[in-house]
């Protein structure tokens, strides 16, 4: 203050008083008002009622296509490949010739079994040949001993007793002469196992040995090579993993209309054959086979389908638009207000049906749920509700 008015003093013609006046406000200007903060509007939404329908829609599944029947063949004796008269491509009839196999050990084997048949048989000749003459020996004497004192008693004894063993050593040579029949069966089997031949109609799809390989059969046929594959390729499998959500659409017998890349501007079909009844509890899903018949040979075991059918659902379901249904990291939910507070369901999705969708869930008819829903509009959010004008699409079916 002693500065300014000595620096007054030096200025003429500003007064003392104007110059205590500046002070005075500047000393003012240093002191602020309180802002007052204005009270936060709620946020406008646009919500849409939750309805119950019956759905009808259209549902699209991936399916792969897998031959009705596929195996492995291994020879069932181990062998040398001698010759071979398929390879990959080839289509064959069931019972046709594939492969031949040599193995000597087998062939000796067969001829042993074969002599020991035939000695067999010799010895059950020679027994009862010797039954024959001692029963007519006991016979024989028998009439004689009408006489008293021609024959002794304990020659009569005897002859009887020969008669006895004859019978039981006929027995034994019977069942040694089945024994050896069977054994050489088993061999003659065997021998002809060395034949390989097609167990059904179909095409080779994988040949891996070639003439003079060593081949036999196999303990774990899952992780083996095999000598060939055949499959059968004009009927195939159709398999679907349908979620468990759909599986009451889909019965036995419906058909289905389906894709594959190779043909993409072509639709197939195909007819529910088999249900598992039984949910994958890593997918929740169910396989679903439909039995495709492919006479012209157009589609192939192994390719990926795009599978399209209409599912009718049993009962009412509860729908919402399909931009209501928003989802994080951890779960999908809607965004439901009640009391102008947002509060987070959480859901599963459905079929959809145009902008559709349908839900499962902790909701009920009528609950007002947010039409275009996003994890940044947190529960207990006040808002604004705003009734959504195209909610007259959205009305039950009757």
Not at 264 to 278: E, L, P, Q
């Amino acid at each position: 203050m002693n500065l300014l008015q000595n620096q007054s003093l030096r200025l003429p013609g500003y007064p003392l008083i104007l110059l205590s006046a500046c002070v005075c406000i500047s000393a003012g200007c240093n002191k602020t008002e309180p802002i007052r903060a204005e009270p936060q509007k709620p946020r406008s939404v646009t919500v849409r009622p939750v309805v119950e329908q019956q759905l009808q829609a259209s549902l699209t599944l991936p399916g792969e296509l897998l031959p009705f029947e596929s195996v492995a063949i291994f020879p069932k004796e181990t062998g040398f490949l001698q010759w071979i008269g398929v390879d990959r491509g080839t289509r064959v009839r069931k019972g046709q010739v594939l492969a031949r196999l040599t193995a000597p050990e087998v062939d000796a084997r067969r001829a042993q079994g074969k002599a020991q048949f035939q000695n067999a048989q010799s010895q059950l000749v020679a027994a009862q040949a010797k039954l024959a003459s001692d029963e007519a020996t006991s016979n024989h004497l028998k009439e004689a001993a009408k006489t008293p004192g021609v024959v002794a008693g304990n020659d009569l004894v005897v002859a009887d007793k020969s008669v006895e063993a004859d019978r039981a050593n006929v027995e034994a040579s019977e069942e040694t002469v089945n024994a050896s029949r069977q054994a050489l069966g088993s061999y003659t089997a065997m021998q002809q196992y060395l034949q390989v031949t097609a167990p059904f109609d179909g095409v080779i799809t994988e040949r891996n040995v070639h003439s003079g390989a060593l081949v036999g059969p196999s303990a774990n046929s899952s992780t083996a090579v095999p000598m060939l594959r055949l499959e059968t390729d004009h009927r195939l499998r159709l398999v679907v993993p349908v979620p468990q959500a759909y599986l009451s659409g889909i019965s036995k017998g419906q058909t289905a209309e389906f894709t594959v890349p190779a043909y993409a501007n072509r639709k197939f079909s195909g007819t529910v054959a088999r249900i598992a009844n039984s949910v994958d509890q890593r997918s929740r899903t169910m396989p679903v086979e439909l039995e495709v018949a492919n006479r012209d040979g157009l589609l192939t075991p192994g390719t990926y389908a795009q599978v399209h059918w209409s599912i009718h659902q049993t009962g009412r379901s509860l729908v919402v638009p399909k931009t209501a249904v928003a989802s994080d990291l951890e779960h999908s939910f809607v965004i439901r207000v009640s009391n102008n507070k947002t509060e987070w369901v959480n859901v599963q999705a459905g079929l959809t049906k145009g902008d559709l969708a349908e839900v499962f869930g902790d909701l009920q008819p009528g609950d007002l749920v947010v039409v275009r829903a996003t994890d940044e509009l947190r529960p207990e959010t006040s808002v604004a509700v705003n009734l959504d004008p195209g909610q007259d699409a959205q009305q039950p079916d009757h």
